[in-house]
């Protein structure tokens, strides 16, 4: 689904490249962390995948086109069918949830009888079908986070890429966007996620990307935030409500989450293991059909 | 994207920029209004042309004393020549008859003429009564010949006035033009900053090219619309009151009539609105990244 094949990007005004030499390839239906300090590369990674920037040096394909040669009026169709998320949100706070998720297809142009059903049908799917027509600064953070999931959800992307979704959340409201981007993964998409939350990627035991000023350290399978094996869940997360645990067991000998950098482990190249079956407790059936709507 | 939510997103547009919307449609009003003050001015020319051109001729004044020979060599040359495609001869009654006839509203020009004043002549129709010139140089000082006229020649004072009137209204127009431009390249400006969250989620969705600028381009042709029919109005209400109140009364010459004030109107509506379109899109470039 996605394939950078040793792709390099500097900035005009940057002295250092913020990714340098990065190849990866991330089959349909994974998913998987991006992890690294700040400034190791990650939004640029994402950004390189939507198009916001172009690759210096190397190929990026997604959805098996080189993203580099789509002609600039095809960019809109890329975006339909990938996805996004931020730490910020970016709601439009003039607009009631409801409307916030209906303008993603609005704008696209989708009958307005599509508009209609997908929208409430989605709203329910991130559990705030009775929020409908609130308005953003009338939700909590988490809460606006889930509009703005259902926004990147509602056009059924092939491929989520979230930018620390959590930044701005608690703990245990964080649990539940992981939760939601877990059924979202489900569903069959693709979902990438930047993250600095150590908690949820131990938790998860997915495959993990990490970059360190912009080279690509580490690409583990079932991986915690940092190379070396992580404590249980239970004191990993103090907060931690109704996620089960990993289904891959983890290693028992606890290390602090701020492992230093040198332990890291060098890149393992190829593919990772796709998207682990069905953590336990993320909502079920809804999410399970086949992803609807154009999807290129 | 469908008309309901881009209607809805020009109405917010609207609502955030309402000032500014404001003095864009009233700056592109007086810009149509003046062009189409031009496009009537202009009407009013080809009016009285069509008026003058089917009664002013070229007017051979002939002599008391010319003879039955020399009328007659005269007649032939006139015959012959290609630039002239009629020749009609008018006796001193006849000529008397139509002075009269010209000059009906004012008695006191008519009161000490009889006919015996006027010479007796004759009235050439051009084959292209522009190049009447040409005509008056080759016959004035022929035997029998008093004097050539060209009547336009007398209607050069009015011409030039009108002339001069449609140049300024245009050139009024142009300078709202360009105002009107600054106006709405800053009003695209405002409204594009106002709208950054907006652009970002539609192009971050998906959203074609097309579609993010429409509403900017909304914005403006619906002030362009706005402007074009205040001005089709003035139009209108300078038709009703001035033309038909006041100048029919004054002029000896027909005036333009509605037709002319509905293509004026109908042009000034659609410059209003491909004009502030197409500016609106020239100013895109600059501020929306796409
Ligand atoms: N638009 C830009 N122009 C110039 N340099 C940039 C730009 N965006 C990012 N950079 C630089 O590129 C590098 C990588 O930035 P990037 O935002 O991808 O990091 P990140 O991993 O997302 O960091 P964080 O975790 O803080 O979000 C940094 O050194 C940053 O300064
Ligand atoms: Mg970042």
């Known amino acids: 689904m996605i394939v950078l094949d040793a792709v390099s990007k500097w900035y005009p005004s940057g002295i250092r490249p913020a990714l340098s030499d990065v190849s990866v390839e991330i089959a349909a239906g994974e998913f998987v962390f991006l992890v690294g300090p700040s400034g190791s590369g990650k939004s640029t990674l994402l950004r390189l995948l939507l198009r916001e920037e172009r690759a210096s040096a190397g190929q990026v394909v997604v959805a098996g086109r080189d993203v580099a040669r789509i002609p600039d009026r095809r960019v809109p169709r890329l975006r339909r069918i990938v996805g996004c998320v931020f730490q910020d949100y970016r709601l439009l706070p003039n607009r009631t949830v409801a409307a916030n998720v209906a303008f993603a297809l609005d704008v696209i142009g989708r009958p307005r009888h599509v508009v209609r059903s997908i929208v409430p049908e989605t709203l329910e799917l991130v559990g705030l079908g009775e929020k409908a027509q609130s308005y953003p600064d009338e939700l909590s953070g988490g809460e606006q986070q889930r509009v703005a999931i259902a926004r990147a959800f509602v056009g059924r992307p092939r491929v989520l890429l979230a930018d620390e979704p959590t930044g701005n959340l608690d703990p245990a409201t964080s649990l539940e966007i992981m939760d939601l981007l877990d059924a979202v993964h489900q569903a069959g998409t693709t979902v990438v996620m930047a993250t600095h939350n150590a908690a949820l990627v131990d938790a998860m035991r997915r495959r993990v990307l990490e970059l360190s000023d912009g080279v690509l350290v580490r690409d583990e399978a079932g991986g915690g935030y940092d190379t070396a094996p992580v404590p249980p869940l239970a004191t990993a997360l103090p907060t931690a409500p109704a996620t089960s645990p990993p289904t891959s067991p983890p290693s028992s000998a606890p290390v602090p989450a701020s492992a230093p950098s040198s332990a890291r482990i060098p890149v393992q190249p190829g593919p990772g293991v796709p998207g682990t079956p069905g953590v336990p407790g993320a909502p079920p059936s809804p999410w399970a059909p086949a992803p609807r709507g154009p999807v290129g | ?290």
């Open chain 2, 1 to 290: 994207m469908r008309p309901g939510p881009l209607a809805a997103l020009w109405w917010t547009g609207l609502r955030r920029n309402l000032a500014m919307t404001a003095s864009v449609i009233v700056t592109i009003t007086i810009c149509l209004a003046m062009l189409g003050a031009g496009l009537l001015l202009r009407a009013q020319v080809h009016t009285i042309d069509r008026y003058l051109l089917g009664q002013l001729e070229v007017v051979v004044d002939l002599t008391d004393d010319i003879t039955a020979a020399q009328r007659t060599d005269l007649e032939d040359r006139l015959h012959s020549d290609p630039a002239i495609t009629a020749v009609r001869y008018e006796s001193k009654q006849q000529v008397f008859d139509r002075f009269r006839r010209d000059f009906r509203g004012s008695p006191d020009v008519v009161a000490g003429v009889g006919p015996e004043d006027l010479p007796a002549a004759l009235r050439l129709t051009l084959a292209d009564p522009r190049a009447s010139g040409d005509v008056v140089v080759s016959y004035t000082g022929l035997d029998g010949v008093e004097g050539v006229r060209d009547q336009r020649a007398l209607l050069q004072p009015l011409y030039r006035f009108l002339d001069a009137f449609t140049i300024g209204a245009f050139a009024l127009a142009a300078v709202q033009a360009l105002a009107s431009f600054a106006l709405i390249y800053t009003m695209i400006r405002i409204s594009a900053h106002g709208r950054r969250r907006e652009t970002a989620i539609m192009r971050l969705v998906g959203a074609s090219n097309g579609t993010i600028r429409a509403p900017f381009v909304l914005e403006s042709a619906v002030a362009g619309v706005v402007g074009g029919l205040c001005a089709a109005g003035l139009l209108v209400a300078a038709k009703i009151l001035l033309v038909d109140g006041q100048f029919t009364r004054q002029s000896t010459f027909p005036l333009f009539g509605w037709s002319a004030v509905w293509e004026s109107a109908a042009a000034v509506l659609a410059v209003g609105l491909l004009a502030s379109a197409a500016m609106a899109s020239l100013a895109l470039r600059r501020h929306l990244r796409v």
